[in-house]
């Protein structure tokens, strides 16, 4: 099976989408899997991956992607494909999949993350010049609601929903396949290890509870509800709780605001670290009170590791917690209040350790490996579709 795989950037430093696409695309290789990738990244090809580097000209970011576009939908006619797979609109592709949600989508939760109307219409008036989020907007809703309609893989049920409220797409072209992970298993030692190590670098007792929260963009991922939680908990006392934040962002801003909340001395702001295995073996409990995420990495990293998770609706991974069972899954990013409770209950060693054990069972469910064996049949039933209608 050659399939050609369309994705503007396959550079894993790029962020949480890029490295399920790589972890993706070993596992399409490991099943054997032959693969034509159009991307303007420079990676190199290697056996079983052939990579098409499309060099782009333009000055903007717009101008590039729609270079690029244009490029690859030129290209994968050429290819000699079985099927191609554009993870980046492209007409002329068979499936889609929107790792990142539906653009749509994206912009409205992004507008969300203002909590006054007037920062949402300033935020809405920036917005309109990003002139590349238009572009890819334009492009995915000529493609979707257009006569060629491909498959689409929604990575959630979350994302599944956006097509339909955002494009009223059919159900019959839809595929749910939630997204996965591919986590390294450590050893009881090595997790040990760890936890001392990181612990002790910032200060924290064996017997604090440590809420670790891991993103690049602060405010969108509701580190800011973080912050006001933690805040509640230390005023009311009985819990001695502390967190750390890993992840690139303004962390002079943000430590200006525990500051004023009066947590600044509990809460660290760690910049982004190449062992994030580390502090989710330091961790006690993962915070995620994100405003979007189609399906984030870190809360099914989390699953996988058997640590409690707490996210909110606007996450697609949600699905793979059971709530009050294996984690909890809050209303809003804006309930505060809500996540200082849910920080009180996860306190208690015995119910942290039953939660544990809850989210440990569901690790077979967030795994890559799962996620490509039913990739791989949505492939084997559009060829066997495509064979029986000639």
């Not at 409205?108 to 010049?129: D, E, H, N, V």
């Amino acid at each position: 099976m050659k399939i050609g795989l369309v994705v503007e950037w396959l550079d894993p430093s790029r962020g949480g989408a890029e490295r399920s696409t790589g972890e993706f695309v070993s596992q399409l290789l490991s099943r054997g899997v032959s693969l034509e990738v159009f991307t303007r990244s420079g990676v190199p090809s290697k056996p079983g991956m052939n990579v098409h580097t499309i060099e782009t000209t333009a000055w903007t970011r717009a101008g590039a992607t729609a270079q690029f576009i244009r490029a690859a939908e030129n290209a994968i006619g050429e290819a000699g494909c079985d099927l191609i797979h554009a993870l980046t609109p492209c007409q002329g592709a068979q499936v889609y999949q929107p790792r990142g949600g539906t653009v749509a989508e994206t912009i409205r939760r992004t507008l969300s993350t203002r909590r006054s109307a007037a920062a949402r219409a300033l935020k809405r008036a920036g917005m309109a010049f990003n002139a590349r989020q238009r572009l890819v907007l334009a492009k995915e809703r000529a493609w979707l609601t257009g006569d060629r309609r491909p498959i689409v893989i929604a990575i959630s049920q979350y994302v599944a929903q956006q097509l339909r409220h955002h494009y009223s797409y059919p159900d019959s072209y839809i595929r749910h396949i939630l997204n996965g992970v591919e986590v390294t298993e450590s050893t009881p030692a090595e997790r040990a290890r760890d936890r001392d190590e990181i612990r002790k670098m910032y200060g924290i007792g064996d017997d604090e509870l440590l809420l670790l929260a891991v993103c690049h963009n602060f405010r969108l991922k509701g580190v800011g509800c973080l912050i006001e939680a933690l805040s509640a908990v230390v005023r009311s006392g009985g819990v001695t709780a502390r967190a750390l934040v890993v992840g690139r962002g303004h962390r002079r801003r943000w430590g200006r605001l525990a500051r004023r909340f009066g947590v600044g001395d509990v809460i660290g702001f760690c910049g982004a670290a190449e062992r994030v295995d580390a502090f989710f073996h330091a961790a006690d409990v993962l915070v995620h009170p994100t405003y979007y995420d189609p399906c984030s990495r870190v809360v099914l990293e989390a699953v996988s590791r058997g640590l409690p998770a707490i996210s909110t609706r606007f996450d697609g991974a949600c699905e793979a917690i059971e709530d009050g069972v294996s984690g909890f899954v809050l209303p809003s990013p804006e309930a505060s209040d809500a996540l200082a409770s849910r920080i009180r209950i996860l306190a208690d060693d015995g119910v942290r350790r039953r939660m544990s054990a809850a989210a440990k069972r569901k690790a077979g469910l967030v795994s890559m490996q799962r996620h490509t064996e039913e990739v791989c049949g949505v492939y084997e039933g559009l060829l066997a579709r495509a064979a029986g209608s000639r």
